[in-house]
C-alpha cells in the first residue's frame, strides 16, 4: 500500500525523473555515470519562503527559481547540466488539501517545464512536512571536461572585469512587489516594471555562455549575493584587488528609470543581489575571442572595470572618480 508520500512523489515528480539512473524514483538513492573524460561539478542552493521568494509568489515560479538559482552556479563554473535532487518541506498548517492539489500541480509543472528546457532531470530527493515555512532544496551536478572548471581563484592583475546581462534588476523586482506605488515614482512603463519582477521571480541562468566562461576565464562565480561583494569574494581568494565603474554597470531600462529617479538605488542595484549572471575575468588577450563567443550565444557580456594589484575590497568608483561607501556590501544569511 502506498503512503501519502509515496502517492505525492508519483503524482508530482515521477515524471521529472526520465534518466535511467533515477529509477523510476522507485529507490532509496541513484547513480549517475559522466561521460568519459568528464567530472562531476556539484552545488547546492535551498530557497526559503520569505527570504528568497515571497509567499504569493507563484508555484510555478517558486520551482523554477529553485532550480535555476543552482543552474547559474552551474554556468559560472564552465559546466553542463546533468541533474537534479530536490527536498520540498511543505508547511504543516494547511488542511485544504485541494489548494494543496492545485499548489503542487502548479509547482510540479514549472518545475517539468524547467527540467526539460535545461536538459536536468530529478534524480530523486524527499518531501516533508515543517512547521517553518516552505522551502525548496536542490542538489544540482554538471559535467565538463576534466579539470576544466573555472574557480574563483584565477583573477590576474591586468584581467578585465565582465558580467553577463545586466544587474540589479532582481533587487528592484523585489523593492517593486513589496511597494507597488514606486512603479509611479519610478516612472516605469508596464513592460519594465514586469521586467524587473520576472527577473526577481524567475532568474535566467547564462548556461549558453558556460563554454565560452570555461575556455577563456581566469576566475568566475555567479552573481547572487550582490555585485560588489561577490566581486570582493572573487578578489579575495584570488589575492587581488579591483576598480570598477559604476558608470560601466549593465541596467535594464526598468533600473536606468528606476535610478534616474532615484539616485541612491545605486546602492540596491550594486549590493541587492539576486542577479544571477556571471561575473568573470578574462584576460586582455582573450576579450576579442570572449565577445565573439558572447555575441554568438546572443548574451551580452560588459567590460565594468579591472583587476588590480593588492589586497584592498574592490572600489566602485562614480563618475567624479571618488568610491562610492555603502552600508553594507552584500546579503548575507548571517
Known amino acids: 500500500m502506498q503512503s501519502g508520500e509515496d502517492k505525492l512523489i508519483a503524482r508530482y515528480f515521477k515524471p521529472l525523473a526520465t534518466a535511467d539512473g533515477a529509477l523510476g524514483l522507485r529507490d532509496d538513492a541513484a547513480f549517475y555515470s559522466p561521460p568519459e573524460g568528464h567530472e562531476l561539478v556539484l552545488t547546492a542552493d535551498a530557497i526559503v519562503s520569505g527570504v528568497h521568494f515571497l509567499p504569493a509568489d507563484p508555484a510555478n515560479c517558486v520551482a523554477k527559481k529553485a532550480l535555476r538559482v543552482n543552474l547559474s552556479d552551474l554556468a559560472a563554473k564552465g559546466a553542463a547540466p546533468a541533474g537534479c535532487l530536490m527536498t520540498l518541506a511543505l508547511p504543516a498548517g494547511s488542511n485544504d488539501s485541494s489548494s494543496n492539489e492545485t499548489w503542487l500541480d502548479a509547482f510540479a509543472s ?57 544587474i540589479g534588476d532582481g533587487a528592484l523586482g523585489l523593492k517593486l512587489l513589496r511597494e507597488p506605488a514606486r512603479k509611479a515614482a519610478w516612472s516605469l512603463s508596464d513592460g519594465d516594471a514586469k521586467h524587473l519582477i520576472d527577473r526577481y521571480r524567475v532568474p535566467q541562468p547564462r548556461l549558453a555562455m558556460a563554454a565560452a566562461v570555461r575556455a577563456l576565464a581566469s576566475a568566475a562565480m555567479d552573481v547572487s549575493d550582490g555585485l560588489v561583494g561577490d566581486l570582493a569574494k572573487l578578489c579575495d581568494v584570488s ?62 557580456v560588459t567590460d565594468i572595470g579591472e583587476i588590480l594589484e593588492g589586497h584592498d575590497p574592490p572600489r566602485i568608483v562614480g563618475a567624479d572618480g571618488a568610491a562610492l561607501t555603502f552600508a553594507r556590501t552584500s546579503f548575507s544569511h548571517f
Open 110 to 166: 514549472g518545475l517539468k517545464a524547467d527540467c526539460e528546457h535545461f536538459s536536468c532531470p530529478v534524480f530523486g530527493g524527499d518531501t516533508v512536512k515543517t512547521d517553518g515555512p516552505l522551502s525548496v532544496s536542490i542538489f544540482a551536478f554538471g559535467v565538463l571536461p576534466r579539470g576544466t572548471m573555472v574557480q574563483r581563484s584565477g583573477a590576474n592583475p591586468g584581467d578585465r572585469v565582465f558580467v553577463t546581462g545586466t
Open 239 to 300: 589575492g587581488v584587488s579591483a576598480r570598477i565603474e559604476a558608470k560601466a554597470i549593465p541596467l535594464s531600462s526598468g533600473a536606468r528609470h528606476a535610478l534616474s529617479s532615484e539616485p541612491a538605488l545605486i546602492e540596491t542595484i550594486a549590493t541587492g543581489g539576486d542577479d544571477y549572471e556571471i561575473l568573470c575575468t578574462v584576460a586582455p588577450d582573450r576579450i576579442e575571442r570572449f565577445r565573439e563567443l558572447a555575441t554568438a550565444a546572443d548574451i551580452g
